[in-house]
């Protein structure tokens, strides 16, 4: 089969399609034939050595949608031919609160989906949301489910929020969006790109901020979210956290999954004073899988940024790196 297979670090221009030996499935596993396949940021720090308990050769991709193609041993469910798409977090453990200690993500440490086949437990597969094409669906898995868990279990937000949402342009922060707009908020925006900033009022933000061109956009973000925000939901991390627990209200949540830009100096009297409560929140649980899969069942649409073919691999992860895209780059595997 062709597969994406990254055998040296140095960035994403080291990322070759290759034939490889098709997978075949374990017991209590699926082989799935993928269709789409799409990347996150994580693909891209693989590449450049900017995460955790890497092992090479190894084959990219967390998110993907496709067709059930064979089973492991004891499996019968869902039936060969079905459609689905996979949560690519394993090892959550029964409490709803934890990931077990030797949790992990598919496409590291386990092989993933940027390849015709890929092998996942059964319990990891599910029906993909009616009313999707293949690339919206396979754009959904691990920034919808970061999102959702950030958003609803963590951040119970409500539609008396007033939500700020930092880099909006980012594959999970579009998520971000959608939901908050879906649960009926005001969201206010920041980006570092007018186009996408205009994308963000056309899905639903009430107002937008360019972090580039208004240096101290802190101050506007504090004005246009009536005072500061109630709920902040951030992954840019470093000063932007930092300025985020400055302004948000008292009282306010402020959930942080991500550090791109490194670590934050941060005020410890803008926490205590204001009451704040800062969550940390990492992908989610099965039922946080389960309960976002039944939004797109309701007609939510992911927003898909560009879809490149499988020989294309290369520039669809620098156009992550530049952090050019609005949403989620969407690799054709099929
Ligand atoms: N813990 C988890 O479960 C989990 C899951 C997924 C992702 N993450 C982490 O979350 C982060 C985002 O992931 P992703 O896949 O969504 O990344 P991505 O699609 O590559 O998005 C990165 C975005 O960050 C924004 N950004 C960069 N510098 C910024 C700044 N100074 N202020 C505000 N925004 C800034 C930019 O938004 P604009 O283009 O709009 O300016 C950029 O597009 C990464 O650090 C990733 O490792 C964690």
């Not at 056309?202 to 500061?228: F, H, Q």
Request: charge should be neutral; charged fraction near 20%.
């Amino acid at each position: 089969m062709r597969a994406v297979r990254l055998n040296e670090l140095g960035g994403p221009q080291n990322l070759r399609v290759e034939d490889i030996e098709r997978p075949e499935p374990a017991a209590g596993e699926v082989l799935v034939e993928v269709t789409r396949a799409a990347f996150n940021r994580r693909d891209v720090f693989i590449t450049q050595n900017l995460y955790p308990g890497i092992a090479l050769p190894r084959t990219l991709g967390s998110d993907g949608c496709g067709t059930v193609a064979a089973h492991g041993a004891g499996v019968s469910n869902p039936p060969i031919g079905t459609r689905v798409v996979m949560n690519p977090q394993f090892g959550w453990s029964d409490d709803p609160w934890t990931l077990n200690r030797d949790g992990s993500i598919l496409g590291m440490p386990r092989d993933g989906t940027f390849a015709q086949f890929v092998t996942v437990p059964a319990a990891n597969v599910y029906p993909k949301p009616k009313g999707l094409s293949d690339d919206e669906a396979a754009a959904i898995p691990l920034a919808g489910l970061t999102a959702y868990r950030a958003t609803f279990t963590r951040g119970r937000i409500t539609k008396d929020d007033v939500v700020l949402i930092p880099g909006v342009g980012s594959g999970v922060q579009t998520f971000v969006l959608l939901y908050a707009v879906h649960a009926g908020a005001k969201v206010v925006v920041t980006s570092g790109s007018d186009e996408k900033l205009a994308r963000a009022k056309a899905l639903g933000a009430s107002a937008t901020i360019n972090y580039k061109t208004s240096p101290e956009w802190w101050k506007e973000a504090r004005k246009l979210t009536d005072g500061g925000p109630s709920l902040v939901v951030d992954s840019s991390g470093g000063e932007t956290f930092a300025r985020c627990l400055d302004i948000a209200r008292y009282g306010a949540r402020v959930v942080t999954y991500g550090g791109t830009g490194g670590d934050a100096k941060i005020r410890p009297f803008s926490i205590f004073w204001k009451h704040l409560d800062v969550l940390g929140t990492s992908m989610g649980s099965p039922s946080d899988f389960e309960a976002m899969l039944r939004l797109f069942e309701g007609g939510l649409k992911p927003v898909v940024d560009r879809v490149y073919p499988m020989d294309e691999v290369v520039a669809a992860a620098e156009r992550v790196l530049a952090g050019d895209q609005m949403g989620k780059v969407v690799l054709a595997i099929a």
